[in-house]
């Protein structure tokens, strides 16, 4: 029903109302006429001429004009509250709960998950193909820069949460930039170093590896043609020279240790045993920065956050991550980011929190407020998708890493940094090692956020030029 005619109806229904209660009424005039005669404290003449006051006021000629006149009153501020709350919730919100461990807006988060029917470890391949990847424009190993992730959020609250989004679209699954060497050859550094203890693939997920394999020999060489040649047997690296083999059996090496050669990602493929859990039972772990792949191996999802003291993971993220891996099509992938502070700048592992190979490593081992040229930003951004053979899920953690001094100079973000590493609550703190670098990281951004405001940067404009992640 249009609007004009919703008005039409409400102005029929209320003159209705009025006339009806106008005749109503006309008896309780009579009444009270009664009533005050016999009463104590009034006369007669003094109770009829009251009585005749109000039927005047109710034969009044004007008061329908009256009546109709505060209905159209009230129909239009009936019509301004739908017209302002409508503008009101489609208007971005000014300091956005934040996603991950941050929080993405309700709306954003894809709904498209499949009910659980099936038989938990159960997996029917699915008949989904991934669509081609269309070529990434202008892509140059040498020029194209990183995408500036900045997924942090005003406070004063921080909110705690999986943080999903839908992958926009298939095109965008992968993202390779001109920091492509420095990830390809500390990757395999890594590989040389500590093979194992990094890349590994459970029997029973090999065939989900291999599917990974296959993916990436599709989407690759379609997504960065200059950088990547399809071939009978895989695809040609024409950077580097390497030739990759994935139909040869055996394979030359881990198939996960084979695919983290090709992306700048770190990978990990979660699969669902008999008893409903998904465990990690294939991963290629090179750069994480803060955990080792040799600790997690094997385990069932919540134990991977329990035992990594994820906070709040029980009260607020254990029920929709399980739900959310359960019910994940092939034909949703989703993304998230996340982001975390840093004092050395090793890509591959933050040794300020202990050595890799040390039983156990802590933020309480770090040295406090070090030099500011010794912080670095480091921020995920992890693509998950479950492959339509074998049913695994697929994580894709791509790590992006910046020294705080850089990002600094950047419009809004010293003081949209400061506020949200303020709005950490205690376990959050402790989670990400505040209490060993804020005192110099908070100083600093302060400090670069006043210049920009004294320079005459118009924070009124920051929701419009900084979306999120970015």
Request: glycine fraction near 4%; aromatic fraction near 12%; charge should be positive.
């Given at each position: ?341 840093q004092v050395d700048d090793d ?79 205690d376990d959050v703190s402790r ?40």
């Open positions: 029903m249009s609007m004009a005619l919703k008005m039409k109806a409400c102005q029929e229904w209320l003159q209705k109302s009025i006339k009806h209660a106008m005749e109503t009424f006309s008896p309780h005039i009579n009444d009270l006429k009664d009533h005050l005669s016999s009463s104590t404290n009034l006369s007669y003449p003094q109770a009829h001429k009251f009585s005749k006051q109000l039927k005047d006021l109710a034969s009044h000629p004007h008061l329908k004009q009256v009546s109709y006149s505060l209905l159209l009153v009230a129909v239009c501020i009936w019509i301004l509250s739908i017209l302002v709350t409508r503008r009101w919730l489609s208007r971005p919100p000014s300091r956005p709960s934040t996603p991950s461990l941050e929080k993405a807006p309700p709306s954003s988060t894809p709904s498209k998950l499949k009910p659980a029917t099936r038989q938990p470890g159960v997996w029917t391949p699915s008949s989904f193909v991934t669509p081609v990847a269309e070529p990434y424009p202008g892509w140059s190993i040498e020029n194209t820069k990183p995408l500036p992730y900045r997924p942090f959020r005003h406070g004063p609250k921080y909110f705690v949460t999986m943080g999903l989004r839908s992958l926009p679209s298939w095109s965008d699954w992968i993202e390779l930039d001109n920091h492509y060497p420095r990830f390809h050859s500390d990757k395999a550094r890594r590989i040389a170093e500590r093979g194992e203890k990094c890349c590994k693939t459970a029997p029973e997920a090999y065939d989900g590896a291999v599917e990974l394999l296959e993916e990436f020999v599709k989407y690759l060489p379609a997504r960065y043609p200059s950088l990547y040649r399809r071939t009978d047997s895989g695809m040609d690296n024409l950077w580097s020279g390497e030739s990759f083999n994935i139909i040869e059996r055996p394979l030359k090496e881990d198939p996960m240790q084979m695919a983290a050669r090709m992306v700048q990602d770190d990978l990990a493929i979660m699969f669902e045993r008999p008893d409903g859990q998904y465990y990690l039972l294939a991963g290629a772990i090179l750069l994480a920065g803060f955990w080792r792949l040799e600790d997690k191996f094997g385990m069932p999802l919540s134990e991977i956050h329990t035992s990594g003291d994820v906070p709040q993971f029980r009260e607020k993220l254990e029920r929709g991550m399980m739900n959310f891996f359960r019910r994940v099509k092939p034909e949703d992938p989703v993304l998230r980011n996340n982001y975390f502070l890509l591959a592992w933050s040794h300020s929190i202990g050595s890799e190979d040390s039983p156990e490593v802590a933020w309480s081992t770090a040295e406090k407020n070090k030099a500011i040229e010794n912080h670095f930003f480091r921020s995920e951004r992890q693509s998950l998708r479950r492959l339509p053979r074998s049913g695994g899920v697929v994580f894709t953690i791509r790590t992006y890493f910046h020294p705080i001094t850089e990002i600094a100079e950047e419009d809004y973000v010293p003081g949209r940094l400061a506020s949200a590493v303020r709005s950490w609550g989670y990400k090692g505040r209490e060993r670098y804020q005192d110099v990281l908070l100083e600093y951004l302060d400090r670069k956020h006043k210049e920009q405001v004294e320079r005459g940067l118009d924070l009124g404009q920051e929701e419009e030029r900084c979306a999120y992640p970015y």
